[in-house]
């Protein structure tokens, strides 16, 4: 049957089951993003919390940059980096120091290099 704006009534009566549908996928998709998240999450939790990982270079470099006694670019600095790329025992050892103070006394006594220079 036709309509007076030319609309066939079963048209309009099927719009509501459309929206309905359309919101029903919209809500699949948020919960499997939502799903994902924490799931990311809870990965990159295990992650920086597994004892090879945790020692990465990564990690070890956020940890350089963070203390300021030593100034990004020094000599220090610069074979600090090269020190803690050449083996997961010299990141381990570094970032054991519990204290900023010691992981640079470390650096300086591994490297050879003071911060002062």
């Keep these: 049957m036709a ?10 009566a099927s719009e509501p089951k459309l929206v309905q549908a359309g919101q029903a996928v919209a809500d699949v998709i948020r919960e499997s993003v939502e799903t994902r998240d924490k799931i990311l999450s809870h990965k990159n939790h295990l ?9 990465s270079q990564l990690r070890a470099m956020k940890v350089l940059n963070s203390l300021s ?5 020094s000599s220090l600095y610069k074979v600090s980096i090269k020190h803690l790329k050449e ?4 990141r381990q050892t570094f970032l054991s120091y519990g204290d900023d103070e010691n992981k640079v006394l ?3 006594y591994a490297t050879g290099e003071s911060r002062d220079a």
């Excluded at 704006?5 to 309009?12: I, L």
């Excluded at 083996?87 to 010299?90: E, S, T, V, W, Y």
Aim: glycine share 4%.
């Design 3 to 12: 309509s007076i704006h030319g609309t066939d009534q079963t048209d309009v």
């Design 47 to 55: 992650i920086e919390n597994h004892p090879e990982i945790s020692c």
């Design 69 to 73: 006694a030593i100034r990004m670019w």
């Design 87 to 90: 083996d997961p025992a010299n």
């Design 106 to 108: 470390y650096l300086e």
